[in-house]
């Protein structure tokens, strides 16, 4: 009997430990919880998790200009591993946190190349300008505002960048360069893409001509003449009597048509690429600059406008069209300044001097939710142990609190070191459902969310099982799991 009772005894024991096993094998120790993103003193927005700093030479800014559409190009793998594969997340804003304006030219997230252009409010000609560019948001939006960078003086602006077809302008006014003939798209540009001009094909209707202001004007263009023909023209309208408005090229020189004045030469042509600019001021005066350079100044009879604008020729001769590479094209009624015209050439000409980018900054992240693992059910008035666990993204130490869920709290505790497992005692003195809930903290106070237990403390204090009871219980069981009978001998 008594024998009969031990080996009952023993197999109810291993019941007991089979289902205790079970109850805490489903206490995951898998951290599942994604940290949260926290927002640091000058962090811009708490849902982007990466910037960059961007310093903006002084001393390629020549003087202090206001609302200037900057060129940012940036090359890194930090990109590619960490902005959306569109580029929609990217986001400029000042050193101070406002956000600005920006288009993105060209994207290519296989190797993180970013051309894009920020209106910057104020640049400085005698202290560095600082910006921010932020990503690393996987959720948001189409952050451009394409039309806000170019301000309301820019008549049409043309990056020359479509894959086909028509060109299309960035600003307000929505401009269309209509294609006529035959033309090669996304070449390698001056800056991103370009379109390539084989003597057979142009843009018809770029700017309508009473949109330019030949008294206050500025024309900017950058062109790569293949010196393959002895007259292109690359920019402008028919040539009529006296009203000659073009940009040109002949085998040694560059030329300008202005009112009265026919192919004029300024400079030394070559098969170089050239940022020819144009400023035209009142009395229809046009100063001429290559690559900033100041070349002359023309002073036309008033005149007016006989046709619409073209990018890759002047007339519609095909003796006149233009061989070789156009772009960024831009039409302001406003002759700027030389400063600006300037500052323009020396920031698309070599934007890895005008600008530098610092290292990339993560955002302080808070450490994940503590996973916490212990008994689900016990006794009350007796002590149980549990363990808590938590990561900190950027790997520092970290404290937790700790709330029992009747009424106990423990204060924050610590340093431990992240993915440390830690130990803590607790006793509940009544019976009850609980839920223990603990977080964590960062040494620079950034919070986690909660991690939760739900723990019973059965009402009864102990289990007292009479002999019949645990016979019925094993008779049962026996004829459920024949191999219990055969070892309890049942």
């Known amino acids: 009997m008594k024998n009969n009772m031990l080996k009952k005894t023993m197999v109810f024991g291993i019941i007991i430990l089979f289902v205790g096993a ?15 993103l926290t927002i640091s003193d000058d962090w811009w ?10 310093t903006i030479d002084h001393n390629y800014v020549d003087d202090n200009l206001n609302s200037f559409p900057v060129l940012v190009v940036h090359i890194s793998s930090d990109l590619a591993d960490n902005a959306q594969h569109d580029g929609d997340d990217f986001v400029f804003t000042t050193n101070d946190g406002i956000k600005l304006n920006h288009e993105i030219e060209k994207y290519v997230d296989s190797y993180g190349e970013l051309v894009a252009w920020v209106n910057v409010p104020s640049l400085s000609s005698t202290v560095d300008t600082s910006l921010y560019m932020y990503y690393g948001n996987s959720n948001c939006a189409n952050q451009q505002n394409s039309e806000m960078v170019w301000d309301s003086n820019y008549q049409c602006v043309y990056h020359m960048n479509e894959p086909s077809g028509h060109i299309y302008d ?20 001056k800056v991103g893409y370009c379109v390539w001009f084989s003597g057979n094909g142009y843009f018809d209707y770029v700017l309508a001509k009473e949109d330019l202001d030949t008294n206050d004007a500025c024309i900017e263009i ?11 023209g690359y920019f402008g309208w028919d040539t009529t009597n006296d009203n ?3 940009f040109s090229v002949n085998p040694s020189h560059w030329n300008v048509g202005w009112g009265n004045l026919y192919s004029q030469e300024i400079g030394t042509s070559d098969s170089n690429w050239h940022y020819m600019s144009f400023r035209a001021t009142p009395g229809e005066v046009l ?6 350079i100041y070349q002359t100044t023309f002073d036309s009879i008033p005149f007016v406008g006989t046709s619409d604008i073209r990018i ?9 069209y233009w061989y070789g590479l156009i772009d960024e094209v831009r039409v302001s009624n406003s002759s700027r300044t030389q400063a600006w015209i300037s500052t323009s050439f020396n920031n698309q000409n070599d934007p890895s001097s005008f600008m530098s980018f610092g290292p990339e900054e993560i955002a302080s992240l808070a450490p994940s939710a503590p996973i916490i693992n212990g008994p689900l059910s016990g006794t009350a008035g007796k002590n149980y142990s549990y363990t808590f666990v938590s990561i900190d993204p950027n790997d520092d130490d970290v404290f937790y609190e700790i709330d029992w869920g009747d009424g106990d709290i423990d204060p924050w505790d610590g340093p431990y070191e992240s993915n440390e497992l830690i130990s803590k005692d607790h006793i509940w003195s009544e019976q009850g459902e ?6 964590a903290k960062d040494v620079n106070d950034n919070i986690g969310e909660w991690g939760t237990l739900e723990v019973t403390m059965p009402k009864n204090k102990a289990f007292n099982f009479s002999f019949n009871l645990l016979s019925w219980l094993f008779e049962r069981l026996a004829r459920a799991f024949p191999i219990l009978g055969h070892l309890s001998g049942l």
């Open 434 to 439: 609980f839920t223990i809930k603990a977080r």
């Open 244 to 246: 000659r408005f073009y």
């Open 170 to 189: 960035s600003t307000v006014y929505e401009n269309i360069g209509i294609k006529q003939g035959s033309l090669s798209y996304q070449a390698p540009g």
């Open 22 to 36: 079970s109850i805490v094998s489903n206490v995951s120790s898998e951290i599942k919880n994604v940290p949260k």
């Open 287 to 292: 100063d001429v600059y290559i690559d900033t």
């Open 312 to 320: 890759g020729t002047v007339e519609l001769d095909s003796s006149y």
């Open 222 to 232: 950058w062109v790569n003449w293949d010196g393959s023909s002895p007259c292109d």
């Open 45 to 54: 927005d708490n849902e982007w998790h990466y910037r960059k700093k961007i």
